[in-house]
């Protein structure tokens, strides 16, 4: 561990030569400043309105516990969406075939193209991400409305439960509502 990750960014306390803080939980990853900070910091590489500080309901052994099912749900949530898709478009194919539901048919061939789009341009960075555990990487990938920002996770989530039944997007909206009310980084709604 270089001079420069004595303390750790979130609370203060001496970090050395670990990965997460053994006061507050808050994962070590990056450079932190030589001497302890009180309050929130600014996060590096990012705009000023963006902290490093945990999420009011962070709890380090709550997310000690929850961060492997987090990061695993998120590694496989594309795996979820592909069956989905393939399953939604079997069903669908039947009910055609049987009762000539062409509406339900056209819905999932919609839906499929949407999602299989989404995972394709957006899951996969998810699901990258998610494997590296960089909780502060997906809380500030946003996208902005008006003055708010909104975590592309949480929106591709809602899309996907919208354009899957219902379950193919469980695994991208769980972990991000997860990362944003229960983890290790604050996110700041107001730009």
């Known amino acids: 561990m270089t001079e420069e990750n004595k303390f750790c960014p979130s609370c203060g306390s001496s970090i050395d030569g670990v990965q997460f803080c053994q006061q507050c939980g808050f994962q070590v990853t990056q450079k932190s400043p030589e001497n302890p900070i009180e309050g929130n910091i600014t996060a590096p590489n990012s705009s000023s309105t963006t902290t490093t500080t945990a999420s009011p309901n962070y ?24 069956i989905n898709i393939i399953v939604s478009i079997i069903v669908a194919a ?19 193209a949407i999602s299989l789009a989404l995972a ?19 809380i500030n990938d946003v996208w902005n409305f008006g003055k708010y920002r909104v975590p592309k996770m949480l929106v591709l989530g809602i899309i996907l439960e919208i354009f ?8 991208v909206l769980i972990p991000a509502l997860l990362i944003i009310i229960l983890g290790p980084v604050k996110h700041q709604w107001e730009a």
């Open 164 to 171: 899957t039944d219902g379950w193919g997007g469980l695994l």
């Open 59 to 82: 709890n380090p052994s709550t997310w000690n516990t929850l961060e492997p099912l987090i990061s695993f749900a998120g590694k496989i949530s594309w795996i979820l969406i592909v």
């Open 94 to 112: 039947g009910n055609l075939a049987e009762m000539g539901y062409v509406g339900a048919f056209v819905w999932a061939i919609i839906g499929g």
């Open 120 to 138: 394709g341009m957006f899951i996969k960075p998810f699901a990258i991400m998610c494997g590296k555990k960089d909780w502060e990487g997906l």
